[in-house]
Nanobody, 115 residues
Framework: QVQLVESGGGLVQPGGSLRLSCAAP????????VGWYRQTPGTPRELVIS???????NYLASVKGRFTISRDNTKSTVLLQMNNLKPEDTAVYYC?????????WGRGTQVTVSS
């Protein structure tokens, strides 16, 4: 079983920044597709940003230029840097990884953007 553990969520004012971390097995961080999804009550989970095994990235249009995904192989983590946060970014953020045909998820971390 693959375990993904998110951390770094919290409350931030509009325009502020947060960095989310996802601790994952090293082989996943190094070689497999990874990313971040988010979900608000009553809505489907949506892809925020993802990175293929070859490090190509795919972004939700509304976060392009503000959010960045990266791999920290030394710490076996996947990072999501979020800048210029907006109230509409408020959601539970989930770490995601794909191994073959199987998707794996963390339990989520709450991000709240509010003044």
């Amino acid at each position: 079983q693959v375990q993904l553990v998110e951390s770094g969520g919290g409350l931030v004012q509009p325009g502020g920044s947060l960095r989310l971390s996802c601790a994952a097995p090293e082989r996943i961080v190094r070689f497999y597709p990874v990313g971040w999804y988010r979900q608000t009550p009553g809505t489907p989970r949506e892809l925020v940003i993802s990175m293929t095994g070859g490090n190509s990235t795919n972004y939700l249009a509304s976060v392009k230029g503000r959010f960045t995904i990266s791999r920290d192989n030394t710490k076996s983590t996947v990072l999501l840097q979020m800048n210029n946060l907006k109230p509409e970014d408020t959601a539970v953020y989930y770490c995601w990884a794909r191994l073959g045909v199987s998707d794996y998820w963390g339990r989520g971390t709450q991000v709240t953007v509010s003044s």
